[in-house]
T-cell receptor, first 116, second 115 residues
Framework: GAVVSQHPSWVICKSGTSVKIECRSL??????MFWYRQFPKQSLMLMAT?????????EQGVEKDKFLINHASLTLSTLTVTSAHPEDSSFYIC????????????FGEGSWLTVV | DAKTTQPPSMDCAEGRAANLPCNHS???????VYWYRQIHSQGPQYIIH???NNETNEMASLIITEDRKSSTLILPHATLRDTAVYYC????????????????FGQGTTLQVKP
């Protein structure tokens, strides 16, 4: 299947700082990317959908000013957690799809964020 | 607002077939059935998907009932490495379109493969 890569795999940051997570599609051009977060022992929760070159569409209850998503190219989307707080600590996962892959969605490895 | 129902957990003996059921009684005509699995602390892994015909690939088989209201994922010879949470998801899939449907995850089935 297609390869989606996230970076960093894990990050620790101080409260009040911002942290950026990158999501890259390595062998295909991703017209659509999705961002999820997952707390321990829970399922994945969709945060937002981003289409290349346009603004992200956020799910209800997700603060767009806190979770900034940029999808500037067909192979890269970034999630920036601004003014991070300990409750933002979570597993963040991106996924990507393209019509050329039959619109199947492939996931990255995930990024662990710990805010101290 | 997941549109599928799965048992929360199942056990399977190593080497035996694992049959994971999923109910999706409100599935629409343009919605596919997708299966993913998530091994602890990793991103979900795509397994298989189908519309109405049974499907098979190198990982698994997908059996969809004629009325499409339920399906079964079959891992023919389960190994310890198949221990994971398995998610059954229905999703509109528009080939050739940039309007790609979202994947909404339910709670999934935790499959424990035992020696």
């Amino acid at each position: 299947g297609a390869v989606v890569s996230q970076h960093p795999s894990w990050v620790i940051c101080k409260s009040g700082t911002s942290v950026k997570i990158e999501c890259r599609s390595l062998d295909f051009q991703a017209t659509t990317m999705f961002w999820y977060r997952q707390f321990p022992k829970q399922s994945l929760m969709l945060m937002a959908t981003s289409n290349e070159g346009s603004k992200a569409t956020y799910e209800q209850g997700v603060e767009k000013d806190k979770f900034l998503i940029n999808h500037a190219s067909l192979t890269l989307s970034t999630l920036t957690v601004t003014s991070a707080h300990p409750e933002d600590s979570s597993f963040y996962i991106c996924s990507a799809s393209t019509p050329n892959s039959g619109n199947t969605i492939y996931f990255g490895e995930g990024s662990w964020l710990t805010v101290v | 607002d997941a549109k599928t129902t799965q048992p929360p957990s199942m056990d399977c003996a190593e080497g035996r077939a694992a049959n994971l059921p999923c109910n999706h009684s409100t599935i629409s005509g343009n919605e596919y059935v997708y299966w993913y699995r998530q091994i602890h602390s990793q991103g979900p892994q795509y397994i298989i998907h189908g519309l109405k015909n049974n499907e098979t690939n190198e990982m698994a088989s997908l059996i969809i009932t004629e009325d499409r209201k339920s399906s079964t994922l079959i891992l023919p010879h389960a190994t310890l490495r198949d221990t994971a949470v398995y998610y059954c998801i229905v999703r509109a899939d528009l080939h050739g379109s940039s309007n790609t449907g979202k994947l909404i995850f339910g709670q999934g089935t935790t499959l424990q493969v035992k020696p």
